[in-house]
């Protein structure tokens, strides 16, 4: 793994480059090319000097969306390495507040509904009869709700890495601190916040539904394309709270690949109608009751 600062380094060379700004990134290819292993991400920054061609290419207004989203999710990047200064268990930190917790999820996933939404806006005459204020709102809960589901089911990883994201005030309500989230035992003390966590997920969701149910249906490539994570997102959730303790998982908790392929079989036939999608989802979440306890939010 790089040093944090080297980190925070290219991720600044990388914010440049975005902005237009000429900039050499043969350092970052360098540097993270014996590292990688090869895979996606390695082939990714391998042709980034051939992906600023590209959103150099772009139409002036779509390249400034662009600009806009990657300098959101630099800028996130960077929050992270400086927000968490450790990487193991040892030197683990929580982030301060919900608010915090909040900005954090905006920062990485909240600001890409925004730019689909927005992006979508420009190039779709069938979404001109929408409410702009109102999409763009719930286009970043939904960015929020899949990232929340991610936070909820890493919590064990990011903790034996140094980070927690459950806010360290809300942990102090129950009488825990980051570190406690190491020992399984506590899972019965945590419950009620992660009851809690859990709900401002399915809260997110709720409005990522209504942003789904809000596409025409003609535009059923862009439903689907809404509508797989979403069901995807929420098995992963219902699992999580089926959970008996997922503070003691080995792994992320998940849903199996037989489940994924089943989800995005039957959504190639709700996914036209709001009704059907809506009961597909129904299912897939499962009953909510059995793990909500009385609490207060967050």
Same mark, same amino acid.
């Given at each position: 793994?790089?040093?944090?600062?080297?980190?925070?380094?290219?991720?600044?060379?990388?914010?440049?480059?975005?902005?237009?700004?000429?900039?050499?990134? +043969?350092?970052?290819?360098?540097?993270?090319?014996?590292?990688? +292993?090869?895979?996606?991400?390695?082939?990714?920054?391998?042709?980034?000097?051939?992906? =600023?061609?590209?959103?150099?290419?772009?139409?002036?207004?779509?390249?400034? *969306?662009?600009?806009?989203?990657?300098?959101?999710?630099?800028?996130?990047?960077?929050?992270?390495?400086?927000?968490?200064? +450790?990487?193991?268990?040892?030197?683990?930190?929580?982030?301060?507040? /919900?608010?915090?917790?909040? $900005?954090?999820?905006?920062?990485?996933?909240?600001?890409?509904?925004?730019?689909?939404?927005?992006?979508?806006?420009?190039?779709?005459?069938?979404?001109?009869?929408?409410?702009?204020?109102?999409?763009? !709102?719930? +286009?970043?809960?939904?960015?929020?709700?899949?990232?929340?589901?991610?936070?909820?089911?890493?919590?064990?990883?990011?903790?034996?890495?140094?980070?927690?994201?459950?806010?360290?005030? !809300? =942990?102090?309500?129950?009488?825990?601190? !980051?570190?406690?989230? =190491?020992?399984?035992?506590?899972?019965?003390?945590?419950?009620?916040?992660?009851?809690?966590?859990?709900?401002?997920?399915?809260?997110?969701?709720?409005?990522?539904?209504?942003?789904?149910?809000?596409?025409?249906? $003609?535009?059923?490539?862009?439903? !689907?394309?809404?509508?797989?994570?979403?069901?995807?997102?929420?098995?992963?959730?219902?699992?999580?709270? $089926?959970?008996?303790?997922?503070?003691? *998982?080995?792994?992320?908790?998940?849903?199996?690949?037989?489940?994924?392929?089943?989800?995005?079989?039957?959504?190639?036939?709700?996914?036209? @109608?709001?009704?059907? =999608?809506?009961?597909?989802?129904?299912?897939?979440?499962? @009953?909510? $009751? /059995?793990?909500?306890?009385?609490?207060?939010?967050?």
């Amino acid at each position: 793994m790089l040093p944090r600062a080297a980190r925070l380094l290219h991720l600044e060379t990388l914010r440049a480059a975005f902005e237009g700004t000429a900039t050499d990134v +043969g350092a970052i290819v360098a540097a993270c090319e014996p590292r990688d +292993g090869g895979g996606a991400e390695a082939e990714l920054l391998a042709r980034l000097p051939e992906a =600023l061609v590209r959103l150099e290419r772009l139409a002036p207004n779509d390249r400034v *969306a662009v600009r806009d989203v990657l300098a959101t999710l630099t800028s996130g990047m960077a929050f992270d390495l400086t927000a968490f200064p +450790g990487d193991d268990a040892a030197s683990v930190v929580a982030l301060p507040t /919900p608010a915090e917790l909040d $900005r954090y999820t905006y920062l990485v996933a909240g600001c890409v509904g925004e730019f689909w939404t927005m992006i979508h806006l420009a190039h779709r005459r069938a979404l001109a009869r929408w409410n702009v204020a109102q999409m763009r !709102a719930d +286009g970043i809960r939904f960015g929020k709700a899949l990232q929340m589901t991610n936070v909820l089911r890493d919590i064990p990883r990011d903790v034996r890495h140094g980070r927690c994201y459950v806010p360290a005030s !809300a =942990l102090a309500e129950h009488g825990l601190a !980051a570190a406690d989230l =190491l020992d399984a035992s506590v899972m019965p003390k945590f419950r009620p916040l992660f009851a809690t966590l859990l709900e401002k997920a399915a809260a997110h969701y709720a409005a990522a539904w209504r942003y789904t149910f809000e596409i025409p249906r $003609r535009e059923w490539r862009m439903r !689907a394309a809404c509508a797989w994570p979403l069901l995807i997102g929420e098995a992963t959730l219902a699992a999580l709270a $089926r959970a008996p303790n997922p503070l003691a *998982a080995a792994e992320p908790v998940k849903i199996s690949r037989v489940t994924v392929r089943a989800i995005v079989a039957r959504s190639s036939v709700t996914v036209w @109608s709001n009704r059907a =999608l809506a009961a597909q989802a129904a299912r897939v979440r499962g @009953s909510r $009751r /059995p793990w909500l306890v009385e609490t207060n939010h967050i």
